[in-house]
């Protein structure tokens, strides 16, 4: 019997909306002008104008998740300190290139402290900050002519253990390695991929221990799979077809065979594709999740405490979270959307609180700012006690 919220191989076609360019404002979504009660509302913490991703990283050693966002619209990056009760104790932000539309966090000078480095779609370049490990960063460094970046991802790809970075190339049509030469990069080997690449993901997907590279690409509605060979280099691009319009992907064994699986986000239509692994490095299709409006942000973690990997997305247009619990057999099951009211377009999890449970933290392009919300351990998630 196929559960509540589980499609098999048939397509939902959607109405597609305007999906504009990495750095387009997006409004808040529509149809929602009544707002929840005043104590149901969440805390908005300003993110700077047009926020497009977010990474987190414990940039102050204290044990609690902070925060990295990108302003695309104001040319920075706003760290936020969580300050381990479901709040922030600090808010920072430093300058980064021409419209920064991603950030990714690692130590790329191996000090034992958190770095960040922000992808300048608008300027062609990367932006390196290097944290002091008290949650500031100083020592800004760009590396120009990367033309058309669109996401980067760290990953130690020639297994010297510093993080080397992958850089989707949208202009380009290529993915593009930096080499981390100890905190500085040097530009490396490059592979072509589908048309219009936006997001990288790394993953295991062949079970080597070594890093692969999975691209998501708009133009041409398919995953482009690189199998790492763990010496700096990569095998040519495989092609998975998924749905249109593919945004953010997520990893994880939902069958419980040892293999690394994948899910990504098709906001062309309305779905979450869900794909299994059989551990050469190929993707199958075996399902579809049916979605509100417009899924962008997407990650995998366990929200109800099952041991289990659970699924949580945003659908931009229909204002909503939705959750859906993992029955470790590769299905899942939809709980019921969390109407949030605004336009999300990125999120993470982490434990906010440090209760044990897995809570979001939300990035509002309607708001520019992020939203942090308590889940209850069950996969429901509500705003946090005001103070």
């Known amino acids: 019997m196929m559960r509540r919220g589980w499609e098999g191989p048939a397509r939902r076609m959607a109405p597609l909306l305007c999906l504009a360019a990495f750095l387009a404002a997006a409004s808040p979504a529509p149809g929602l002008q009544q707002g ?28 609690v998740p902070d925060i990295a966002v990108p302003a695309a ?11 381990g009760k479901g709040g922030f104790a600090a808010n920072h932000a430093y300058p980064a290139g021409v419209g920064p539309s991603w950030v990714e966090v690692g130590d790329w000078n191996g000090d034992g402290r958190l770095d960040l480095v922000t992808v300048n779609t608008g300027g062609g370049s990367l932006t ?5 490990g008290t949650g500031k960063f100083a020592g800004r460094e760009d590396i120009p002519g990367v033309h058309g970046p669109a996401a980067v991802v760290a990953v130690d790809v020639n297994r010297d253990g510093r993080p080397d ?14 080499e ?51 010496d700096g280099t990569f095998h040519g691009a495989r092609e998975v077809p998924v749905g249109r ?22 906001a062309g239509e309305d779905v979450i594709y869900v794909l299994q692994g059989d551990g050469t490095g190929a993707l199958k299709k075996v399902g579809t999740l049916p979605t509100g409006s417009n899924p962008h942000g997407l990650a995998a973690a366990d929200v109800n405490g099952d041991g289990l990997p659970d699924l949580v997305v945003s659908t931009r247009s229909a204002g909503e979270i939705q959750v859906f619990l993992g029955d470790g057999k590769g299905g899942f099951t939809s709980l019921p959307p969390h109407r949030i009211d605004q336009d999300i377009i990125a999120l993470a999890v982490g434990d906010f609180d440090r209760d044990g449970k897995a809570d979001l933290a939300l990035v509002s392009a309607s708001h520019n700012a992020v939203v942090l919300l308590r889940g209850d351990g069950a996969g429901g998630f509500a705003p946090f006690p005001k103070p």
């Open 73 to 83: 619209a104001e040319r920075k990056v706003t760290i936020l300190l969580g300050d």
């Open 36 to 63: 929840p009660a005043e104590s149901a509302r969440p805390h908005h913490e300003p993110a700077g104008l047009v926020p497009h991703a977010i990474a987190l990283g414990d940039f102050n050693g204290d044990g």
């Open 128 to 132: 390196l900050y290097f944290g002091d």
């Open 165 to 178: 970075l992958a850089v989707a190339q949208a202009r380009e049509s290529r993915l593009v390695i930096l």
């Open 245 to 266: 319009f593919p945004h953010y992907a997520a990893t994880g064994d939902w069958n419980r065979d040892g293999r690394q699986d994948l899910a990504v986000a098709c």
């Open 180 to 230: 981390n030469l100890g905190g500085r990069f040097k530009v490396g080997a490059s592979y072509a991929v589908g048309r219009a690449p936006h997001i990288v993901t790394k993953a295991d997907l062949n079970g080597d221990g070594l890093p692969d590279l999975v691209v998501g690409t708009f133009a041409k509605h398919v995953l482009s799979v690189l199998l790492g060979k763990g």
